[in-house]
Each structure stands twice: as C-alpha cells, then as structure tokens.
C-alpha cells in the first residue's frame, strides 16, 4: 500500500522550512502552543473522567502490567522516535548565539516537560479504557467517547495534525545541517554547501532531504518508518555515550587541522623550537655547526644542576609518560569491555529461548564485565585535557562513568528488543552509507590532506592564525 497523503505533507513541511530557519521556528512554535494545550486537556479533562468513573481501566482482570517487563521494554524501543526532535537542538547548534549554555538548557528544559507531558498522558488513557478494549488507531479519541464526550475528538484532532506538522518539521530541520556539515568535510559533494542568500538555509540539502523523506513516507508503513528512526535514535545515543568515555579517558593525542592554518602551524613550530633551544642553553642564532665558534663554546659555563639531579627529572619524566601510557591503554580496554559486557547481558536477558544456565552463565559474565568497568574507571584518573579537548571546551557531562555506562546499557536493551525486519531495513540503509563513503567520502575527506598537531598547540595556533589574519 502507498499513502500519497504523507508523502504530499512531507514536501510541503519541506518547502516551507525552505523559507528560513525563523520563520520555520515560528511555525514549529505556535504548532508546538496547539499540541501542548491538546495534551493539557486530555489530562485535564481525562484526569476529572478518571475521578468520576474510578478509573476502569486499571480494574482489569489480568493486571495493569500483563506483558511484563520486555513488553514494556519493546513497547518503548518501538516508540523511542518520540524523542527523535531532542537531537535537533544539538543539530542546529549554529544556529544559537550561546551554544555553551543554551544547547544544554534547551535539551534538559525540552526533555523534562516532554517527559512528564507524555507520562501524564499515558498515566490518564491507559486509565480510561482497559488496554484489551482501545482502539488501536484513534486510543485518546475512542476513550474520551466512551465516555461520552465525542466533541473532544475535534480538539485531539487538531492537537494530533499539530504535533505531526510539528514533528516533520522537527525531524527534517536537523538533517540539512548534517549534510551541510559532511559535505564541509569533504564526505559528501559540495552540491550539499549551497546556502541561499536571502533565507540563509541550505535549500539543496533541505530538498535532497524532503525528497527522500516523501519517497519513504510514500511506500512504507507507519509502523516501519518508526522502527527505522528508533534504531537511528537509539544507535546515536549509544555512540555518544561511548564517545564521553573516550573522550574523558582516551581522547586523541593529536588533532587534524586545515592546510589553511599551514602559516600558522609554521610560525608555532619555529618560536616552540626557538624557545627550546633558549631553554637548553643553546643561541638559536647561531647553528652548533658554525665553524666560526669553538667547539666547547664560552668558558664560564653557568651549570644549573648536576648531573644526578638531570638524571633523577629524566627518570621521572620517563615514570610519569609510562604511567600515563599504562592509564590510556587500561581505560581503552575497559571501555571495549563494557560495550561487549552490556551486549552480553542484554542479549542473554531478552533471548527467553536460551537455556536457564546459558542464560544466567551470560547475564553473570557480562554483569561481571559492566560492574568491573564501572569500578576501575572510578577509580583511575581521568584525562587532563578532558576540558578543553579540540580548541573551544564547553558543556561538560556529569556522573561519568555511572551515567555513560547506564545509558549504554539501556539502549543496547532497546535496540535487541526490535524486530529483526526492522533490523534487516536499517542494514540496508547502513550499506548504502557505507557505498557513498568508500565510493566518494573516502576519496575526499578533508583529513587526506589535513595537518595533525599535538592537541595541547592547537589553542595557541588559533590564536596565532587570528593573529596573522
């Protein structure tokens, strides 16, 4: 089955973000007012039809929890597109005057009333109507009528028709931007650069991206879009998380900089170098090779400190190196450890079909390997340059490890709970990135013909390349 209906939505969400980014966080706005006063209604007037009937739905035979925890959990990995619109923020980031402090106030701002909204919305339906008796296409509707109020349909209506403008608008705003930012980095072709003059928007990617999105609504189900977008979701959050503990512990000792700093990077190395040899006693004026200059150079030579003193620095110098090299290489172990520690649990835990000793053989080893993680990461010393990685800093993540290592876990929970026809999809969708990086990315990456510097210089080249320029 087709749905030209979604298909013709998605294109003109699509040319009416192609206005520019205010007018379309105008529009995503006053969607936004529409569904929030929606939901304020469903649970305000749900929560009075609740009083008033006593709350039939929790009165069911079965329970209130008849599939358990793993249905629960595989409810939520099917729905977890629902907080796809929270990555938009950090999507958008050029977009704000203050990235360091409102990114994350906007995120946890976001999150949080989202969060209570959706759970006082579940908390008042699921009340209602008995789960067995919704239906399964229009549930706030049907229970709201079963209760004889069917004029509350046209107020969900116009709520639900907001909140999917409001969603599109949300989930294709992002990828632009994503676009954007690969073809700036030479992993897509430039045709994705072009930014329109006068709406400031990226008009190629934002069509590239709607043309896309319409083809999909168009020949797949409901059902299917939303498990491919839980996957992506889930998969970027769990990257994340592992890239906090990379960066905390295990951050690149060196960063790649453009050629266009090449001036820069230059004029560092020969003032580092020149400062060096001043440092050492040497005149970097002059080359030790000068036949003009004695060979054993003045006789009053001032000698700072004995030998045994230079010989005690060297070896500490040497212990403290080795120590740090003992550090990186233990935590970037631990790290690979947890993720195959939280497959292994997860896997075992949702594969009912295992025998009871496999099962709990693998819940023990990969608890066992989350539990030690969690323990030598507490206990080894963190990065030094975990505050300032790359030359700008900014927003820092609290409770690492615990909160990093939590939230692998539960994606990774999420993510075994979908099907396996969700799964195949995204592999496909996976390959053909995988097809356009070695075909085209691969050969024009921006880090082919980059310059990797130390990452304790590159807030000094900076500051000198803004000096030159």
Not at 77 to 83: D, E, G, I, N, W
Not at 98 to 119: E, F, H, Q, T, V
Not at 210 to 226: R, T
Not at 310 to 335: C, P, Q, V, Y
Request: glycine residues 8%; aromatic residues 10%; charged residues 10%.
């Amino acid at each position: 089955m087709v749905d030209p209906c979604a298909a013709a939505l998605v294109l003109i969400v699509t040319g009416f973000l192609c206005l520019g980014i205010k007018e379309s966080a105008l529009a995503q706005g006053i969607a936004t007012a529409v569904n929030v006063f929606a939901m304020l209604f469903v649970i305000i007037a749900g929560g009075y039809l609740g009083f008033k009937t006593g709350w039939t739905g929790y009165e069911v035979p079965t329970g209130y929890f008849p599939f358990g925890v793993d249905g629960m959990l595989a409810g939520s990995a099917t729905v977890f597109f629902s907080y796809i619109g929270f990555d938009t923020v950090a999507s958008t980031a050029e977009e704000a005057k203050n990235p360091k402090r409102d990114l994350p106030l906007g995120i946890a701002l976001s999150l949080s009333i989202c969060c209570c909204l959706y759970m006082l919305v579940s908390i008042v339906i699921v009340g209602l109507v008995p789960y067995y008796a919704m239906d399964p296409d229009t549930p706030i509707s049907s229970a709201f009528a079963s209760n004889g109020m069917q004029w509350a349909a046209y107020i969900i209506t116009v709520g639900a028709v907001t909140a999917l403008i409001s969603t599109l608008m949300g989930s294709i705003l992002p990828q632009p931007q994503i676009l954007m930012a690969m073809a700036r980095d030479g992993l897509l072709p430039s045709f994705f650069l072009d930014v329109n003059k006068h709406t400031q928007v990226p008009v190629n990617s934002t069509l590239a991206t709607g043309i896309v999105a319409s083809i999909l609504a168009f020949f797949m189900d409901v059902s299917q879009l939303a498990g491919m977008v839980s996957v992506g979701t889930l998969l970027a959050f769990t990257m994340v998380a592992v890239s906090v503990l990379i960066l905390r512990y295990v951050p690149p000792d060196e960063v790649p900089l453009p050629l266009s700093l090449q001036e820069s990077i230059d004029s560092y190395k020969l003032r580092h170098n020149s400062d060096a040899q001043m440092i050492n006693g040497e005149n970097p004026a002059k080359s030790p090779g000068d036949p003009c200059l004695p060979l054993l150079g003045e006789k009053n030579v001032a000698v700072d400190c004995t030998v045994v003193e230079k010989l005690e620095a060297l070896s500490s110098f040497t212990a403290g190196t080795l120590d740090e090299e003992n550090r990186r290489k233990i935590a970037g172990w631990t790290i690979m450890l947890i993720c195959v520690g939280a497959f292994m649990l997860t896997f075992a835990a949702s594969n009912l079909w295992f025998s009871s000793l496999i099962r709990f053989t693998l819940c023990g080893a990969g608890g066992l390997l989350l539990l030690s993680g969690l323990v030598i990461l507490t206990c080894i010393d963190q990065d030094d340059e975990r505050h300032n990685f790359g030359h700008a800093g900014g927003f820092i993540c609290p409770f690492v490890p615990l909160l990093p290592i939590s939230c692998i876990l539960i994606n990774v929970y999420l993510l075994i709970n979908l099907e396996v026809a969700t799964w195949v999809r995204v592999s496909v969708w996976l390959m053909v990135g995988v097809l356009i990086y070695i075909f085209y990315g691969r050969r024009h990456s921006s880090l082919l013909n980059a310059i990797y510097v130390p990452k304790a210089h590159v807030d000094e080249i900076y500051r000198s390349s803004g000096a030159i320029l």
